[in-house]
T-cell receptor, first 115, second 114 residues
Framework: NAGVTQTPKFRVLKTGQSMTLLCAQDMNHEYMYWYRQDPGMGLRLIHYSVGEGTTAKGEVPDGYNVSRLKKQNFLLGLESAAPSQTSVYFC??????????????FGPGTRLTVT | AQTVTQSQPEMSVQEAETVTLSCTYDTSENNYYLFWYKQPPSRQMILVIRQEAYKQQNATENRFSVNFQKAAKSFSLKISDSQLGDTAMYFCAFMKSYDYKLSFGAGTTVTVRA
């Protein structure tokens, strides 16, 4: 049971390049999330998904797109990277079944630098 | 997003002593959940403790306990008998009932000194 995994762990991009971050979970969770963590600001929600084929905007969605084609995977895309998107990105998932604890399980994070 | 405020950017504590981290939040909701997450230098986010707003009893998990004051919208974390492994950043987080979205505070860095 790997929990939540993220690929890649580190990435350096040049301004204007694109990339996709992959999140996978093996806990059969319905809900999945993408956060970014910046110094002094905690974690902020970018996008989230309440089930396969659905996505919704979070607090800071601009410049990002997401897709949830399979229940276990949640992809975060940057079409044209900007230095302001330099951050650590976390994926998380949670169980919404009866008796769930509302705990979000986090991946190990991806450190992205845009130069 | 709900506002979660952690007013202490950094705290330092001697090993075996007790430290208390503060957290306040702003909401008009009556039903919600509160969490403390720990982020050690490894960067992995780990749930420390959670509290349901409808429960008056404060949650405890081994050396970790909370002081939940609903009227004051306050949710502090007490770490007793601090250990070197407690060195980490601690985040307070809020979730409205059935919303499934977390709002995080800015975090408090705790350093445990040997």
């Amino acid at each position: 049971n790997a929990g939540v995994t993220q690929t890649p762990k580190f990435r350096v991009l040049k301004t204007g390049q694109s990339m996709t971050l992959l999140c996978a979970q093996d806990m059969n969770h319905e809900y999945m999330y993408w956060y970014r963590q910046d110094p002094g600001m905690g974690l902020r929600l970018i996008h989230y998904s309440v089930g396969e084929g659905t996505t919704a905007k979070g607090e800071v969605p601009d410049g990002y797109n997401v897709s949830r084609l399979k229940k276990q995977n949640f992809l975060l895309g940057l079409e044209s990277a900007a230095p302001s998107q330099t951050s650590v990105y976390f994926c998380a998932s949670t169980d919404r079944s009866a008796g769930a604890t509302y705990e979000q399980y986090f991946g190990p994070g991806t450190r992205l630098t845009v130069t | 997003a709900q506002t979660v405020t952690q007013s202490q950017p950094e705290m330092s504590v001697q090993e075996a002593e007790t430290v208390t981290l503060s957290c306040t939040y702003d909401t008009s909701e009556n039903n919600y959940y509160l969490f403390w997450y720990k982020q050690p230098p490894s960067r992995q986010m780990i749930l420390v403790i959670r509290q349901e707003a409808y429960k008056q009893q404060n949650a405890t998990e081994n050396r970790f306990s909370v002081n939940f004051q609903k009227a004051a919208k306050s949710f502090s974390l007490k770490i007793s008998d601090s250990q070197l492994g407690d060195t980490a950043m601690y985040f307070c987080a809020f979730m409205k009932s059935y919303d499934y979205k977390l709002s995080f505070g800015a975090g408090t860095t705790v350093t445990v000194r040997a």
